[in-house]
């Protein structure tokens, strides 16, 4: 409150920063997707679309649940993300089990 208190630099700052780290990580991602054999890089390379295609039918789900407001709270795009790292984790587990 008494530091960052709708201070407008604070706020761009600190959007900069998280923006310019996610990037730094795609690149990081990359970087370690090219480094992969061939298994790997199936395992995860499937494991990333079946992500994919779950968050873009549960974000649009989820969204249209709140605009309707059949659900009694707000779509919060963390509780998105949180399901996306799930998933992601699940399916690479699957994956793995299945392929090795």
């Known amino acids: 409150m008494y530091i960052w208190d709708d201070h407008a630099v604070l706020t761009v700052l600190a959007v900069s920063v998280n923006f310019v780290h996610g990037i730094l990580m795609i690149f990081a991602n990359r970087s370690l997707f090219n480094n992969f054999d061939e298994l790997e890089r199936k395992i995860h390379l499937e ?40 998933t992601y984790l699940i399916l690479v587990t699957i994956n793995t089990r299945r392929y090795t």
């Open 47 to 86: 494991s990333l679309a079946l992500t994919l295609g779950l968050a873009v039918v549960v974000g649009l789900s989820y969204s249209l649940l709140d605009t309707t407001n059949l659900i009694g709270f707000d779509a919060e795009i963390s509780n998105l993300v949180i399901f996306i790292g799930v």
